[in-house]
């Protein structure tokens, strides 16, 4: 019994005590992002079809700036799409996690418009 553990233990010890750094990855790059290249684009694609986020749609047009920055001001499109993730609805195409990542990282750097 005693033969069966000392290898397992050498195993782990020589596991643990290798490490490989790979340095700090950062969820968010460093690259400027702005309404018009990061949401824009998905709005069209995943939030403004059918009766959803257009102009003149009664749950607020994301296809302007203006339009979807009233709700981010309210706290009300963190909530739903983040927090209570009931944004986009599971009848709609779902965000990506890429996509995600990236409204999460425009939030995060403060919505800027361009």
Not at 10 to 33: E, H, M, N, Q, R
Request: aromatic fraction near 12%; proline fraction near 6%.
């Amino acid at each position: 019994m005693r033969t069966s553990i000392i290898p397992f233990v050498i195993a782990v010890v020589f596991c643990l005590s290798c490490t490989k750094d790979i340095g700090y990855i950062p969820f968010c790059d460093k690259t400027p992002s702005n309404y018009n290249t990061v949401l824009k684009p998905v709005i069209l694609q995943k939030c403004s079809q059918g009766y959803c986020h257009h102009d003149g749609a009664f749950m607020g047009d994301f296809t302007t700036y203006a339009g979807l920055k009233e709700k981010i001001d309210k706290g009300t499109f963190k909530l739903q799409v983040f927090d209570n993730k009931v944004m986009p609805p599971s009848f709609s195409e779902q965000l990506t996690d890429d996509e995600l990542k990236k409204i999460k990282c425009w939030l995060d750097d403060g919505a800027p418009e361009n």
